[in-house]
């Protein structure tokens, strides 16, 4: 007659399981820790706010970010005005035909007087286009 080996093996099954949920636990702080969804910027910049969808946009070639302290960014790559001066106009230089998009990351901190030698330059180099990246609002209606 077995009247309490139910129970027991009840137990037993439940040991077994402690360890799989450890790993499970592990995998989970693992990816958490190890895993980005986005590359990171160079440094932090807080966009300004907008009431305007952003329109869906094709792929852009360069990146610019600019944060409050007037620190400038080129694909995550810290450089000065002048370097990306000339680096952007070897890119058109090198490529005729082609359009040269570009990005700009702004911190919602910066004043259009700070912007205005960067679009000067972005102008004197004839990029075809300038995205500004802005966070939107949502509006209750």
């Known amino acids: 007659m077995k ?3 139910s129970a027991q093996n009840r137990k ?14 592990l ?12 590359a990171s910027d160079a440094f932090k910049v807080t966009p300004p706010s907008s009431l305007i969808e952003a329109p869906v946009l094709e792929a852009i070639e360069f990146e610019v970010l600019f944060n409050a302290d007037g620190d400038l960014a080129l694909n995550n790559t810290l450089m000065t005005l002048e370097d990306i001066k ?3 106009s070897e890119s058109k230089q090198s490529q005729q035909d082609a359009e040269i998009n570009v990005a700009l ?5 910066v004043s259009a007087a700070q912007l205005k030698p ?10 075809n286009q300038v995205t500004l990246y802005t966070r939107q609002v949502i509006t209750q209606q």
Request: charged content about 15%; aromatic content about 8%.
């Open 118 to 127: 960067l679009l000067t330059a972005l102008t004197e180099i004839q990029v």
């Open 27 to 38: 995998m989970l702080i693992f990816f958490m820790l190890a895993g980005q969804i986005t």
């Open 105 to 109: 990351k702004a911190d919602a901190d």
């Open 86 to 88: 000339s680096l952007l």
């Open 3 to 5: 009247l309490f080996t």
């Open 12 to 25: 037993d099954k439940d040991d077994n399981l402690i360890p799989l949920i450890n790993v499970v636990f």
